[in-house]
């Protein structure tokens, strides 16, 4: 399973910025994705994520609002539209693929992305 996340930058608070993480079309349409997020000295956190079918997701508190997974099926591609960022969004972001829709559990995992927001 090959997992590439993309979209990362140094953006201004308040600004936006969309992350892709895109997979083979077998492993696209064999499970459930999400986002997870690393900042320096922390451990890393749940972010979002979306069911196979694209209909259920989830996202942690902190996000909760302002973030938007969804997955394209014709691209085999998963997205994460952040807007309002916040220096407290600045971490590494990796995307996952697992089973259940859950916030932890996943099998495989992306190179991840760096985030960088400035204040």
């Known amino acids: 399973v090959q997992l590439q996340a993309s979209g990362g930058g140094l953006v201004q608070a308040g600004d936006s910025l969309k992350l892709s993480c895109a997979a083979s079309?077998?492993?696209?349409?064999?499970?459930?994705m999400g986002w997870f997020r690393q900042a320096p000295g922390k451990e890393r956190e749940f972010v979002a994520a979306?069911?196979?079918?694209?209909?259920?997701?989830d996202y942690s508190d902190a996000v909760k609002g302002r973030f938007t997974i969804s997955r394209d099926k014709a691209k085999n591609t998963m997205y994460l539209q952040m807007n309002s960022l916040k220096p407290e969004d600045t971490a590494v972001y990796f995307c996952?693929?697992?089973?259940?829709?859950?916030?932890?559990?996943?099998?495989?995992w992306g190179q991840g992305t760096l985030v960088t927001v400035s204040s």
């Open positions: 079309a077998r492993t696209f349409n064999s499970y459930v």
């Open positions: 996952a693929v697992g089973i259940g829709l859950s916030r932890s559990g996943y099998a495989y």
């Open positions: 979306i069911s196979l079918s694209g209909g259920f997701t």
